[in-house]
T-cell receptor, first 115, second 111 residues
Framework: GAGVSQSPSNKVTEKGKDVELRCDPI?????LYWYRQSLGQGLEFLIY????????KSGLPSDRFSAERTGGSVSTLTIQRTQQEDSAVYLC?????????????FGPGTRLTVT | GENVEQHPSTLSVQEGDSAVIKCTYS??????FPWYKQELGKRPQLIID?????GEKKDQRIAVTLNKTAKHFSLHITETQPEDSAVYFC??????????FGQGTRLTINP
């Protein structure tokens, strides 16, 4: 079946502009996570959704970052007034709840470059 | 909060030899410890995971061990092959919650 998909795959934006990153989880996966991976670094947690609610937003770096999820499916991560330090690969993952597995399935990521 | 340390940052081994990557975690409430493999330009993929009620798990050439008392867990790859070359990440979490990742280990298998 289809895996997690993300769009766009690459985004180049000017400093100060707003960007929206999209994540389509695996069908039926109710849990959705956003992570950020800077060059040569590990993955940094941003936010976690269970259905449409976000019980853990502790990783969002500043109030310029926000995310929403509608219909228990697609999620959008929005970064306002982008800064150069926002440049990174933004990864989305989804997980099927109710089963015995905790595995998070990752999407291919969106590479964001802020010039 | 949870903090995960991973060592070494780079590891180079001869094909056919074994590779070991080690991680420590700080939060005793963590009960889920996955290992992900990330090839260049690709998404992270789960290769093996272990829960805190198990001390060791093996899947063919890959094994993970967990020491809850010492708060450390390790990935063991035996009979390494060129396709094992990648970046490996350990992580710790509490069940369905967020994962906290280590900084990664770049593993190179030399033919």
């Amino acid at each position: 079946g289809a895996g997690v998909s993300q769009s766009p795959s690459n985004k180049v934006t000017e400093k100060g502009k707003d960007v929206e990153l999209r994540c389509d989880p695996i069908s039926g996966h109710t849990a959705l996570y956003w992570y950020r991976q800077s060059l040569g670094q590990g993955l940094e947690f941003l936010i976690y959704f269970q259905g449409n609610s976000a019980p853990d937003k502790s990783g969002l770096p500043s109030d310029r970052f926000s995310a929403e999820r509608t219909g228990g499916s697609v999620s959008t991560l929005t970064i306002q007034r982008t800064q150069q330090e926002d440049s990174a690969v933004y990864l989305c993952a989804s997980r099927k709840t109710g089963g015995s597995s905790y595995e998070q399935y990752f999407g291919p990521g969106t590479r964001l470059t802020v010039t | 909060g949870e903090n995960v340390e991973q060592h070494p940052s780079t590891l180079s081994v001869q094909e056919g030899d074994s590779a070991v990557i080690k991680c420590t975690y700080s939060d005793s409430a963590s009960n889920y410890f996955p290992w992900y493999k990330q090839e260049l330009g690709k998404r992270p993929q789960l290769i093996i995971d272990i829960r805190s009620n198990v001390g060791e798990k093996k899947d063919q050439r890959i094994a993970v061990t967990l020491n809850k008392t010492a708060k450390h867990f390790s990935l063991h790859i035996t009979e390494t092959q060129p396709e094992d070359s990648a970046v490996y990440f350990c992580a710790a979490g509490q069940g369905a919650q967020k994962l906290v990742f280590g900084q990664g280990t770049r593993l190179t298998i030399n033919p």
